[in-house]
């Protein structure tokens, strides 16, 4: 008798069938499409935008989905401004120097207008972005607080973030560019995250210049493509030929060997980076593990892919300027189809969509603890520090066994976290109690 064959469903606001590398990836690993509306017991992977709580809940054994409840607290751009400040107010600052000086609207506007008159009302540049939308939709440049009205249907219904802008940004032939990173968090309780490391690199369509008159143009200022593609045959016709790009784009790997060949340091750039990422993280663990703790019934039901925007300046750091919910993964070019396809991949590989990992049970714990050992003692398996092996439980094993398997699953993928200096992050992880 031939077996159920495994199904998948997608929903949420995704081309018809949903994001065609996503499709294409499950079909080749033998999974059925089915409609939207077929009931959530009945599939096997539910590929989605939003699970509501009484979904979430119901989760079956086998059952994978790419939402985890409450990443709202990192996604949404007033509440990763919130958390974050929040974060460097109990660790030093220095910790998220990071993120750029912010304030969220209308809540903020007096600090907002204040700061305007502390530096005698010049001009200073500021990316006002709403909260919600993505894409590009609604965000806007501005250089003083009085070229927005505070009781406005934009800021009190919108409200959006107003970031300061980096005037010294990273220019590939002279035009402005941002990377967009692909991570992946596997697990909350204990936290896994892991990071590709091929992502994009996005490019303004207009010179880049600094003047203040010039934040009226958002092809100078925003990589968004939904606002450049409209400027995208000027852009062609004037950035340099020997640059191999497309639509815009080229990869983070491309545009990284550039910049090696220019005397740059990217490995430190490329450390820097993820140690922004895994910082945070840590912002909104305590969060986001209370409500997966809650709804999610099993730790390997649901992972979830976003989207990191960085900005990298003239002296090589990094800036996080937003982190994306449900990253868009159609393709524009033939370049972002090689590095989501790629990233697609490895990433249903890692969260072992095939079910090759077989669970371990409790009589089978000293093999488990024996091949633990032996893995330690040949260095197949990542030592980390402060972790006493000598004193695990049966669930600890257990949780190690999960991660080791993970690991040996992750393809590009590389872990942040845990990793074997995991330790020097330990005292980030104190909570805020009136930030919870």
Known sequence: MASKPKTFKMRGKYPPGGPAIVRQELERLGYKWVPPNTPNELVDVIWTMRLEIPEQRQLLEHQKTNFLPSMQEVALKHMLHKNIV??????????????PKGYNLPEEWEDFVQMYKDHGDQEIPYIIKPSRQAMGNGIICITHASQLDKDSEYVQTKTPVAQQYIMDPLLIDGYKITFRIYVCITSVDPLRIYVFPNGLTRICSEKFTSTLDSFKNSFIHLTNYDINKFNKQAFESNISKDIKQEGLRCDIEYLFDLLKQQGKDTDKLWDEIKDLIVKTFLAVEHKIT????????????AFEILGFDVLVDQKMKPWLLEVNHGPNLEPHTNIETIVKRDMIRDALQLIDVERLSIPILEHEVPEAWNNLQRSLKEGKVEKIEGIDFEQLTISDIWVIYETEMEFQRRGRWQRLFPNP?????????KVDETNR
């Open 86 to 99: 929040a974060a460097a107010k109990l660790n030093a600052q220095k910790e998220y120097d990071f993120w």
């Open 290 to 301: 209370k409500h997966v703790q809650y709804n999610i019934p099993l730790r390997t039901n």
């Open 421 to 429: 200096d995991s330790s020097k992050y330990f005292p980030l992880l």
